[in-house]
């Protein structure tokens, strides 16, 4: 799948918002990406996770063992990758701010993850979840994303694998332009602070 063809999926599925977003990682942006949208119909969600599978070189794939996604956002597709790669998906969340496995979920001592993102801007999310998963006994061998928003300078640890890269500019709170400070904020992420 090209870059156009992965973002016409999203134009397709309105999942391409303009405004004034403040993100997951605490930075603001006239643009997001929402890929519940994009990952709300299930052909085009198996499309894009194929497609995700396939960047992931083949030595890679054979060595993971499970696949691993942070809630909220990196659960559909953090399915989605499993199904493609015949591996089990599960998830962590974060009931109290921290990434941690529930619902009976478990990763083996020494377990090779695979971690899954929907989007990845600071890799903060990432990194709280890799370590998570090194918590509780397990390897992350690499990380796969639909979108790199980082502009390719995230770094996670790991080797990581997005389907496409965007750099869309991103301000910290004292660096909003004002044109952007003018349009009222929406938080669209499920991080909570």
Do not use: W
């Not at 992931?56 to 794939?61: E, F, M, V």
């Not at 998906?89 to 921290?98: D, K, M, N, S, V």
């Not at 992350?140 to 990581?160: K, M, N, Q, W």
């Amino acid at each position: 799948m090209t870059e156009d063809e992965v973002l016409s999926e999203f134009r397709a599925s309105e999942a391409l918002l303009e405004g004034h977003f403040l993100l997951s990682s605490g930075r603001h942006s006239a643009h997001y990406l929402q890929c519940a949208r994009v990952l709300m119909s299930p052909d085009r969600a198996g499309r894009l996770a194929v497609a995700l599978a396939q960047k992931l070189p083949r030595d890679l794939r054979a060595e993971i063992t499970k696949v691993v996604s942070p809630a909220m956002g990196g659960i559909i597709i953090g399915q989605e990758m499993g199904r493609a790669l015949g591996k089990d998906a599960i998830f962590l969340e974060r009931p109290t701010g921290t990434f941690e496995l529930r619902r009976g979920f478990t990763i083996e001592p020494g377990e090779k993850v695979l971690m899954v993102e929907d989007v990845v801007t600071t890799g903060l999310s990432s990194r709280e979840a890799i370590a998570a998963v090194k918590e509780a006994g397990g390897k992350v061998i690499a990380e796969a994303a639909l979108v790199d928003r980082s502009g390719g300078e995230v770094d996670l640890g790991v080797p990581f694998y997005p389907l496409v890269q965007i750099n869309f500019p991103t301000f910290s709170d004292e660096e909003v332009p004002p044109e952007l400070a003018a349009v009222p904020v929406t938080k669209p992420g499920s991080r909570k602070a």
